[in-house]
């Protein structure tokens, strides 16, 4: 299994360019999510999925947009990029379930110019 | 408000010398609780977590943790530390009562010399 995949691992983008994200799993797992992670913030949730065509906002959704046509596809898309949107960008998937641990890919470094 | 404190940014300590990493949270009920350990330039991998039972829970590559349910804490252990094992961790909590968020403390980089 593959696992978590994330396409691109870099981008560089120019302040009011959009672009998407792309996060697959190959684990048949129902729940996924998307976090960015900056320094000294940990990470924090920006949109997530709890099954095909069912998506929800995380702590920071402003300026992102998700859709999850599928079980294993979870697309990101940034809509207007800003500096503010410049961080590291993870994926994550796990089994239904609160005891259920995640599993994360290998993450996107993005910065908006 | 639920939240994860981890109180410190670095934790240096020698190699062979057992190693602590502290998180303590706030979160109502009994929650569901989390390792995880970030290498440079990688994702976030699972260490261990508990559930229910025995407080101490082993996990991979050595590491332990004890969930002491009256200070609130999920302090991450491992007896003998190694260079290897110099990475970021992270603490992470999930309420127990089905929310599907994961609340993550701010991560210690664990720092182990030769």
């Known amino acids: 299994n593959a696992g978590v995949t994330q396409t691109p691992k870099f981008q560089v983008l120019k302040t009011g360019q959009s672009m998407t994200l792309q996060c697959a799993q190959d684990m048949n797992h129902e729940y996924m999510s998307w976090y960015r992670q900056d320094p000294g913030m940990g990470l924090r949730l920006i949109h997530y999925?709890?099954?095909?065509?069912?998506?929800d906002q995380g702590e920071v959704p402003n300026g992102y947009n998700v859709s999850r046509s599928t079980t294993e596809d979870f697309p990101l898309r940034l809509l207007s990029a800003a500096p503010s949107q410049t961080s590291v960008y993870f994926c994550a998937s796990r089994e239904a379930g609160g005891q259920n641990e995640q599993f994360f890919g290998p993450g996107t470094r993005l910065t908006v110019l | 408000a639920q939240s994860v404190a981890q109180p410190e940014d670095q934790v240096n300590v020698a190699e062979g010398n057992p190693l602590t990493v502290k998180c303590t949270y706030s979160?109502?009920?009994?929650?569901?609780l989390f390792w995880y350990v970030q290498y440079p330039n990688r994702g976030l991998q699972f260490l261990l977590k508990y559930i229910t039972g025995d407080n101490l829970v082993k996990g991979s590559y050595g590491f332990e943790a004890e969930f002491n349910k009256s200070q609130t804490s999920f302090h991450l252990k491992k007896p003998s530390a190694l260079v290897s094992d110099s990475a970021l961790y992270f603490c992470a909590v999930r309420d127990r009562t089905g929310g599907f968020k994961t609340i993550f403390g701010a991560g210690t980089r664990l720092f182990v010399k030769a």
């Open positions: 979160v109502s009920g009994n929650p569901y």
């Open positions: 999925s709890v099954g095909a065509g069912i998506t």
